[in-house]
């Protein structure tokens, strides 16, 4: 049989973490379950990640990818800024609805790190890539549509990602979807009114005219 490349094997120990991480739980998945589930043995995991540490930080990662794809997909310019992220908000619902196992096993991940000696980097490193990723879609769109922010990039996507958070955190809670798209809906209102038009580009003035 053909030795599939380091990188694919790490994707695919990543992946079958996360579906025993979301079954069993975060403190009951141990490295022999994970190669287990992804059908390899316990020298190739250990040969692909050398530390825990490295194990989550990727977990953390490929769902936080999981969810950015799809909201890329849906945040192509629309008609208005409103609809342009309402349509992102909307993708990212159905993603939470499909896999609630997985956006709860977010929070696990947090407090498995904040309570483990050794792993508190992890995370801040999940909600600074919250972050990260709110400014990369943020700016995209700033290009894209052409328009300016009265506040911080930065600013925003910390709003946005904390928003995102409790409001997830609430939907796992309640499983009110209904509620949580009319906050959607306040949040977007909101956002939109936190952009200006750019400024008109004046005019770059030619050269004179050669004397006739």
Sequence with gaps: MARK???ERRRQLTEAAIRAMTRDGVPRTTTRSIAAEAGVSLSVFHY?????????????TTITDHCVEVVREAIQPRSTLEETIRAG???YWDHAAAHPGEHMLTYELTQYALREPGFEHLARRQ????????AGLLDGLRESMGFELSVPVRVLAGYL???TDGLTLGFLALRDEK????IVD???????????????????PGPAPLPG
């Design 186 to 204: 306040t949040v977007t209102g909101h956002v939109a009114s936190l952009v200006r038009e750019q400024p008109a580009r004046q005019a770059v």
């Design 5 to 7: 490349p380091s990188a």
């Design 161 to 163: 990602a904390a928003m």
């Design 179 to 182: 509620a949580c798209m009319d």
């Design 127 to 134: 909600y600074e890539l919250y972050t990260d990723t709110y």
């Design 48 to 60: 692909c990640f050398d530390s825990k540490q490295a194990l989550i930080e990727s977990v953390i």
């Design 89 to 91: 908000f909307r993708a």
